[in-house]
Structure formats: C-alpha cells, structure tokens
C-alpha cells in the first residue's frame, strides 16, 4: 500500500486534525495533572495534534514529540519541538526535571509495534505516568467483521499497519509485566449512551484509553 510511514502521513491529511480520542486523553490529563506542573513525551506524536491543544490548556508545563515520520514532522500543527526518532531505539529524553511530573504518551501507537513491551519496559526511570490510547479489537463491529470473513475497520492496510491487536486482558497483562498499573481510565465509545455499558468494555469501547502509573 505505502512504501513507507513519510507516504502514510502524506495520503492521510485528515490525521491533522483533532480527534475524540485526543479530547479523552485531555481529560484525563485534567483530572490528575491539572494542578502541578508536568512534563509530558508524545511518542509517535505525528504531526503535533495533541500537543498543540495541550500548549493552549497548558502554559507553564514543558511538552516534547518524537516520531518516525519527516514528512509528519515537516507538517507539524504544535509550536513544541518534535525530534526525528525510531520508537524501536533508546529514548533520550530533554528537560528532565525532578521537581515536575513526567509523563509519556503513546495515542495509537503500540499497535503499530511487533514488541511493545520493549518501548514500555525501556523508558527512562524518570518517567512516573504511561498515558495510553490502543483500539480495541475485541469491539463487537470488529467481531461481527471477522464472522463475516471480513478484515475489521482498525486493522486494515490503509489504517497504516496494526500488526498488534489489542484487547483489554492484553493490554493489562502488557502494563503488568512492563512494570506499570492502570489508575484512571476515559475509554472511548462509539455512543455516549455506551459508557453505560463500561462494565462490558471488552465489547463496547473501541478504543482503550488510561494512565497508568510505574509499579514502585
């Protein structure tokens, strides 16, 4: 389909633009860090969209992106730094502080990893927050697509390559053995009307998002 991540992000402007999924991580955000100054890492922060709504929420917190893709950083929508990386080598990160919370994001990003394990498991030390964001494959759209013999919406080609699908029991069972815990989740749902349902989450949200924090 694409030779490479620069031709995905070049056929794909729509990925500039704000999504739900990024309104549910902010709050998130709100509800644990709105009060104490933080740092925060986008991993795989494509061309900045998230960040650029977190500069305006944020004034006085340091944010930093790193992704793969030239042609997304080229493209950048944030007035924060986005340093050119592959997610696969050591992460070295700028403005460590002591004194401030340090948070990494991942937003649709671990699916797009044969070994995410490996990119949690290595952070620095000095990262105390996971924040996360994976689709769920167990979502019963998906399940109904594969009875029918059909590839799920999130995992076809032209989505840019889930080589990892997730459910919920992998993702908790990821974080554990990474060395993390969940604290607070803000899962997404088709329907606002769904989160009703949060108790069958494994079926009704489409995507998994949560902070999780490092297992002391």
């Known amino acids: 389909m694409y030779n490479d991540v620069n031709q995905w992000w070049a056929h794909h402007k729509s990925s500039y633009s704000v999504q739900q999924k990024h309104f549910n991580v902010i709050q998130l955000i709100d509800k644990l860090f709105s009060s ?46 986005i340093v050119l990386h592959d997610i696969n080598s050591s ?79 992998v993702l908790c069972q990821l974080l554990t053995d990474s060395g993390w815990k969940i604290i607070l989740e803000n899962n997404l749902y088709p329907n606002p009307a769904y989160k009703s349902l949060s108790s069958l989450k494994q079926l009704s949200a489409t995507s998994f998002i949560l902070i999780a924090k490092r297992c002391a």
């Open 91 to 169: 992460l070295s990160l700028e403005q460590i502080s002591n004194s401030n919370i340090n948070i990494a994001c991942f937003v649709d990003v671990l699916e797009h990893l044969p070994n995410p394990s490996l990119a949690l498991s290595t952070l620095p030390q000095s990262i105390d927050y996971l924040l996360i964001s994976v689709p769920n494959f167990n979502h019963l759209s998906a399940r109904i697509s594969c009875l029918l013999g059909r590839v799920p919406f999130q995992n076809k080609p032209q989505r840019g390559g889930h080589i990892y699908w997730f459910n919920y029991s």
């Open 36 to 81: 104490v100054p933080f740092n925060l890492y986008d991993i795989g922060a494509g061309t900045g969209v998230l960040l650029s709504e977190l500069e305006e929420l944020y004034h006085s917190c340091y944010f930093c992106g790193f992704d793969l893709s030239q042609e997304a950083i080229l493209n950048k929508v944030c007035n924060s730094n």
